[in-house]
């Protein structure tokens, strides 16, 4: 899913944290990551 150079870590590495946003629905509270985590609003990333 991530397609940017170098790719970002999977969502179970402990360095995940570079993954970049594809898709925001805040009025849902939550986005998707390239990495193909979802990450809800209030989640400290």
Do not use: N, Y
Not at 18 to 30: K, L, M, R, T, Y
């Amino acid at each position: 899913m991530c397609r940017h150079q170098p790719p970002c870590p999977g969502a179970d590495h402990p360095d995940r944290h570079p993954a970049v946003i594809v898709s925001a629905h805040p009025e849902q509270g939550w986005s998707l990551l390239c990495d193909g985590t979802i990450v809800f609003d209030d989640t400290k990333i």
